[in-house]
Nanobody, 124 residues
Framework: QVQLVESGGGLVQAGDSLRLSCAAS????????MGWFRQAPGKEREFVGA????????RYRESVKGRFTISRDNAKNTVYLQMNSLKPEDTAVYYC?????????????????WGQGTQVTVSS
């Protein structure tokens, strides 16, 4: 069992930066690939970024490439999402998730555990 707790969300202006953190419980964190998803009001949940268990592979949705960076610290059982140049369309609840697959996964059905989410609001 893995429990995930996100933090770092907030209200920012367009162009600002935020860093989300996701702290995981359990001693097997390093064996999971991790991902970030988001869901805006009235929209489907969508993939944002993912990182393999070793941190060697990453994947991003097209609209965040060059602006968002996912990273992980296995010693701290934490995964991060650095978000730069934020846009109003980035406004959503952001969720982290853990997958038993070793490589970075883009599909939510590949994830086994989910956090409760953290709100990110970007004003124009």
């Amino acid at each position: 069992q893995v429990q995930l707790v996100e933090s770092g969300g907030g209200l920012v202006q367009a162009g600002d930066s935020l860093r989300l953190s996701c702290a995981a419980s359990g001693r097997t964190f390093s064996s999971y690939s991790m991902g970030w998803f988001r869901q805006a009001p009235g929209k489907e949940r969508e993939f944002v970024g993912a990182i393999g268990w070793s941190g060697g592979s990453t994947r991003y949705r097209e609209s965040v490439k060059g602006r968002f960076t996912i990273s992980r610290d296995n010693a701290k059982n934490t995964v991060y999402l650095q978000m730069n140049s934020l846009k109003p369309e980035d406004t959503a609840v952001y969720y982290c998730a853990a997958s038993r697959y070793s490589a970075a996964q883009t599909m939510d059905v590949r994830y086994d555990y989910w956090g409760q989410g953290t709100q990110v609001t970007v004003s124009s």
